[in-house]
């Protein structure tokens, strides 16, 4: 589950907290100590200093998931009603999934006496208690949790690992094995009975369990390398490696480094440890597991919470780092992202991903040379891997900076011995970054060689389709490549706007404003194909329409550019000598799917490295 990061990531934190820091303001009317005084953020709001305007503070700042703010706010709140069980509760959420596990002790033990059954409070007791080795009073603690279907789920792993702590492996299992589960959570409870057989040395029964993972096609990358390195570690290696094949024939791709670095270990003949080899590894596996389902399926909040539980356990566990770091990725907060993945050790497989992923955080918070430097180095360090020169021309690309893009993608073209369909993308990425400095003769190429490597690609189709249309050549050809486009991709403004751009500009007008009108439904917030949409409006006679649609344009705010054109055809509507002004490169860069005109986010971000 990792996102593009956006440019403007940066500017909506500070708002955010801005907006926290006046609502606090305008609610007490007055100011206490600096935020950043409890929390350690150098940019931090003021804080509130009534009840009221804490909790409501807090509330924002949780809103706007800035749950670093919200801690402190809500401690701040809490400060004044100690026993407000709504406010303990709250703020126990907070320092939870802020990590800060002193602090929701404490809190945990205040809901304990207020509201006993608090699910995730005495959950995290329990773990508190696991830790500590006092398994008696843990196990108390993860039944009382038990009180909804993920309570049930979680409570059931938490107890079996427990009693693998105590050394009762046969019980871990029997109650696995007795506990009615959801079909959806099967899965899991099958893992972690592998798991815990494979850890109790009953490699038998972790074997047939495994076996019915794969039997029922529930396999992941964690299950996989789980499997795998169960059998290489009594030595089967071949067997090892089957399980390995599966899964890249599976996915069909270059694979996560994990699965890359076992697959080298296999084919070396080396025997591996097993995947989780504790009860506290096992059962922060667990919850890692569960954080990044909860997380992958929008709920943040509660998925940052179960993997801070995983670290809590395991602080160095890099998977559960990685996750967190996805989650703060997700909420656009590149700053804590960047600190947690910093928090994994170096020399792991996830090293070259790692640093990948920090580059483009890099790139989000405006610090485009860091991220430059960062990605330099993995590639002196990699030279034969593909990913960082990708990762080097989408920064390039984004920050406009095309020749420097070409020669990153050109390097790794040449690193490419023969082209398959998966390295259209470094063909298209060169192809438009030759293409915006006008080099058409090699753009042109480019896009040619990515369409023969992925014919049926929507993105490849659209650029070179409206390119060649654009420039009055293959006309037929460059509309029926468009064409495609849309078939692939009805949804997509951008290719739908290319469609009916296509048609204005061979003079087919009354074609043209069907589709630029579909265009505008699909991305009614796009300068660029409100304004479109305008034009093909004037050449059809429906004036008063088009000059609606180009104040809309002005009032989405366009680039100074476009903005000056369209005003003058408020001005004077289009020129009667000819069918359309020829389109700036602005106007070009509305028609690629994959770069709205603000965002000009005109690149395309690899695959989640560290992202199961």
């Known amino acids: 589950m990792f996102r593009l990061p956006s440019k403007i990531a940066g500017p909506v934190q500070t708002a955010a907290r801005t907006s926290v820091a006046a609502l606090s303001i305008l609610l007490c009317g007055s100011i206490s100590k600096p935020l950043h005084a409890a929390t350690g953020m150098s940019d931090a709001p003021p804080a509130a200093s009534s009840q009221l305007g804490g909790y409501l503070a807090g509330r924002l700042a949780r809103g706007l998931s800035d749950t670093q703010a919200a801690a402190s706010y809500y401690s701040m709140a809490l400060a004044k009603d100690a026993e407000n069980e709504a406010l303990i509760a709250q703020t126990f959420d907070m320092e939870a999934t802020e990590g800060n596990w002193p602090r929701a002790e404490a809190l945990a033990l ?10 995730m409070s005495r959950f995290f007791l329990g773990l508190s208690d696991f830790k500590r080795g006092k398994f008696v009073e843990a196990d108390e603690h993860f039944k009382a949790s038990s009180v909804n279907p993920i309570g049930e789920l979680t409570a059931l792993l938490a107890r079996s690992w427990l009693r693998q702590a105590e050394g009762r492996t046969k019980d871990a299992l ?33 074997r047939a ?18 499997s795998a390195q169960s059998l290489a570690n009594v030595g089967e290696i071949k067997a090892a490696q089957k399980v390995m094949q599966s899964y890249f024939e599976k996915i069909r791709g270059d694979g996560h480094p994990s699965a890359v670095a076992l697959q080298k270990q296999l084919a070396a003949g080396e025997k591996t440890p097993l995947l989780v080899t504790t009860a506290s590894q096992g059962l922060s596996e667990a919850l890692f597991g569960l954080g990044e389902a909860l997380a992958g399926e929008g709920g943040v909040g509660p998925g940052a919470v179960f993997l801070q539980y995983s670290l809590f356990l395991e602080p160095r566990f890099p998977f559960a780092l990685a996750a967190l770091a996805n989650v703060y990725e997700s909420t656009k907060n590149y700053a804590r992202a960047i600190e947690v993945y910093e928090q994994i050790a170096p020399g792991t497989p996830l090293e070259s991903a790692i640093d990948i992923r920090k580059a483009f955080d890099l790139n989000s918070l405006e610090r485009v040379d860091e991220a430059k430097a960062l990605l330099d180095q993995v590639s002196d360090r990699e030279p034969a891997d593909l990913k960082p020169l990708n990762a080097l021309g989408v920064i390039m690309r984004g920050q406009k900076r095309w020749d420097e893009a070409i020669t990153y993608y050109s390097r790794a073209i040449s690193i490419i011995k023969k082209p398959e369909a998966q390295h259209w993308n470094y063909y298209y990425s060169r192809g438009t970054s030759y293409e915006r400095v006008h080099k058409w003769p ?25 390119s060649w249309v654009d420039q009055n050549k293959n006309l037929k050809t460059g509309l029926q490549l468009i064409e495609k486009a849309v078939k692939l991709k009805p949804e997509d403004g951008y290719i739908v706007d290319s469609l009916g751009w296509a048609h204005f500009r061979m003079g087919n007008f009354k074609e043209a404003v069907r589709w630029l009108e579909r265009a505008v439904e699909l991305r009614p917030d796009d300068p ?35 903005a000056e054109k369209t005003q003058k055809k408020l001005t004077a509507g289009l020129p009667v000598q000819v069918k359309a002004a020829a389109p700036t490169k602005r106007t070009r860069d509305a028609q690629r799917p994959e770069q709205p005109p603000r965002k000009r986010a005109e690149t395309r971000t690899p695959s989640a490295p560290v992202q199961q």
């Open 528 to 562: 660029v194909l409100n304004d479109h949409y305008g034009d093909g409006l004037w050449r059809v006679g429906r004036e008063r329409e088009a000059v609606f649609q180009w104040n809309q344009s002005l009032q989405l705010k366009p680039e100074a550019e476009d």
């Open 442 to 466: 090699q753009a042109e190429a480019d896009l040619q060689t990515a369409l023969k490597l992925n014919p049926d690609e929507p993105t490849v189709l659209n650029y070179l389709g409206y």
């Open 110 to 119: 205040e809901l304990q006496k207020l509201k006993s059954e608090h699910r």
């Open 174 to 206: 029997d109650l696995l094995d007795t506990t009615k589960q959801p079909d959806w959570a099967l899965a899991m409870v099958r893992y972690h009975r592998a798991l815990i057989a494979d850890v109790g040395s009953r490699k038998v029964e972790a």
């Open 209 to 226: 369990t495994f076996d019915k993972l794969a039997a029922s096609d529930q396999r992941s990358l964690r299950t996989t390398l789980a």
